[in-house]
Each structure stands twice: as structure tokens, then as C-alpha cells.
């Protein structure tokens, strides 16, 4: 199957004061629909700075130095920042590690879900009311028309989690970007969420990208493994491969310490 994104030789470096940050210095990867794909790798090894870079989110200091960022073959460095505006939150989806503060405090989940829905032409009035409600359900969110009133501080952690995977899943994006979705969340409401992340994959062909530091999580839910230290990517392949043939030195320590 073709690869829906593709990132080539990324490279993207801080420039503070004193030095030159090289945080991705040559990273390649792909993602595939119907695929959960991870990046995996110890604190500060670019993980963050690599889907920020995609999303082209990547804030001063930091700056893409070189690589390409195709979707569907479109190199997204190329695009305008209006183009680029449709294409996050629309084709391309995020969810991040801290969802309640992802949220906004001043508006209700409803409020905002459909905002998301109505900005990417989804669907608009009562249609995208209803969009959205299914979503939640879906998602198996409990009472959908109670919560749709109410605001995050209201919800769990987990529960602005599945917000947030509701929303994606309202805008049906081909690809979503999930950097640590579950660290901030407890054991069985984690195992929760990567259940329905899989079922973005499975029922509606999503391709995930997954960062992660948690080999747990890669066991459970990854196909494709990349392995990234130092900015750049030292190993890849499928889950099994990694788990069962690992052969880049940085690789075998991780699993050792996993074990
Ligand atoms: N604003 C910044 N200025 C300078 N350096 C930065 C900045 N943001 C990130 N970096 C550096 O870029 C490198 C990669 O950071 P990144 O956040 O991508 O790591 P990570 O793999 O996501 O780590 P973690 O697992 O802790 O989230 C780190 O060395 C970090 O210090
Ligand atoms: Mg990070």
C-alpha cells in the first residue's frame, strides 16, 4: 500500500543564543492508512520537535532546515499557511499528552467539537450537531447528549482524551498524530484509549503516527516501529522485527530495559 505521508531527510534545528540545537537532523519515515505507526526513543531524542515539524507547527527558535513532507505526494513545505490551516485538523488530526489543557476552558466540549467540524466544512447547523453527537458515540463516550454541555474541567482526563479522539474522528482525517496520548492517564483508562485508537485504524483506515516512550504501548497496539536517538531514526520495522530481531545496539538496551 502507498504511503499516505512520507517524510524525507527531515532536518530541524533550534538556533538559541549560544548554540545550534540540531533537535531531527535526517529523519525519514512513513505512514500508511489502516497502519499504527511509532516512533519510539528516550526524552529529547525529536520526537515532539519531528511531529511538530510535520504539522508544521515547529516554533521560534526552530526551524525546518531541510526534508521533504509529502501527503499524497503534496510537499507540505510548499503550501500556504492558509493551506496548511486546512490541512491540520482536517486531513492531518492531533491529539497530545495533555488533553485537558489541549481544550478550551471556556467553552463547552459540544461547542468546541462542532467549531472544529463547521472550520473544516464537515458539516454545518444541526447536521454537524448530529456528526458530532455520533462521534461521541462511537467513541463509546456515555450520555453524549449530557456531555456535549459541559465544560473540560467538568470531564477526566481519559474522557478529554476521547474528546479529542472524537473530534478527529468527526473530521476523518487520513492521518492522525498521537504524541504520547495516554502518558498523563491511568493504567485502565490508557488501555481504553488504545483500544479506540485501533479502532480508528480498523474501522475507519486512519493511519496513526504514535509517539511513545512506553514499549508497553508498542507491543500492544504498533505495526511499524521506527527507533529514534540522537535526531535521527536508527532502526525500523514491522513490530515483530524490532521485538524479535532487533539489531541496532540502541535498540537491543531498550528492550533489555522493557524486559
Ligand atoms: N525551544 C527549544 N529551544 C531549544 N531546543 C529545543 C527547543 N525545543 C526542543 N528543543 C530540543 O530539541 C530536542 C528534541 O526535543 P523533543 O521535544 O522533540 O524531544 P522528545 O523526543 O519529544 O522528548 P520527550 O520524550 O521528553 O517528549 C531536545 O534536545 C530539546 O532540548
Ligand atoms: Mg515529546
Do not use: W
Not at 505512514?31 to 511531529?51: H, L, M, N, P, W
Not at 511538530?52 to 526534508?67: E, N
Not at 448530529?130 to 458515540?137: D, N, P, R, S, W
Not at 479506540?196 to 500492544?220: N, P, Y
Amino acid at each position: 500500500m502507498e504511503a499516505v505521508l512520507s517524510v524525507k531527510n527531515l532536518a530541524a534545528y533550534f538556533y538559541t543564543r549560544d548554540r545550534i540545537v540540531k533537535a531531527v537532523d535526517g529523519v525519514s519515515l512513513e505512514i500508511r492508512s489502516g497502519t499504527v505507526t511509532a516512533i519510539v526513543g528516550e526524552s529529547g531524542c525529536g520526537k515532539t520537535v519531528t511531529a511538530m515539524s510535520i504539522l508544521g507547527l515547529l516554533a521560534f527558535p526552530g526551524r525546518i532546515v531541510a526534508g521533504e513532507i509529502l501527503l499524497n505526494g503534496r510537499d507540505l513545505r510548499r503550501l500556504t499557511l492558509k493551506q496548511l490551516q486546512e490541512v491540520r485538523g482536517g486531513e492531518i488530526a492531533m491529539i497530545f499528552q495533555d488533553p485537558v489543557n489541549a481544550l478550551n476552558p471556556v467553552l463547552t466540549v459540544g461547542t468546541q467539537m462542532i467549531e472544529a467540524v463547521v472550520c473544516h466544512r464537515r458539516a454545518a447547523g444541526a447536521e454537524a450537531r448530529a456528526l458530532v453527537l455520533e462521534c461521541m458515540g462511537k467513541l463509546g463516550l456515555p450520555a453524549p447528549d449530557k456531555m456535549f454541555g459541559m465544560y473540560p474541567f467538568q470531564l477526566s482526563g481519559g474522557m478529554c482524551q476521547r474528546i479529542m479522539i472524537a473530534t478527529a474522528l468527526s473530521l476523518s482525517p487520513s492521518i492522525l498524530i498521537a504524541d504520547e496520548p495516554t502518558t498523563a492517564l491511568d493504567v485502565t483508562v490508557q488501555a481504553q484509549i488504545l483500544d479506540e485508537l485501533c479502532r480508528l485504524k480498523r474501522e475507519f483506515g486512519t493511519g496513526i503516527l504514535l509517539i511513545t516512550h512506553d514499549l508497553g504501548v508498542v507491543a500492544e497496539i504498533a505495526d511499524v516501529v521506527y527507533i529514534m536517538q540522537g535526531g535521527l531514526i536508527v532502526e525500523s520495522g514491522t513490530v515483530y522485527e524490532i521485538f524479535d530481531r532487533p539489531v541496532h545496539p540502541y535498540t537491543k538496551r531498550l528492550l533489555q530495559s522493557f524486559f
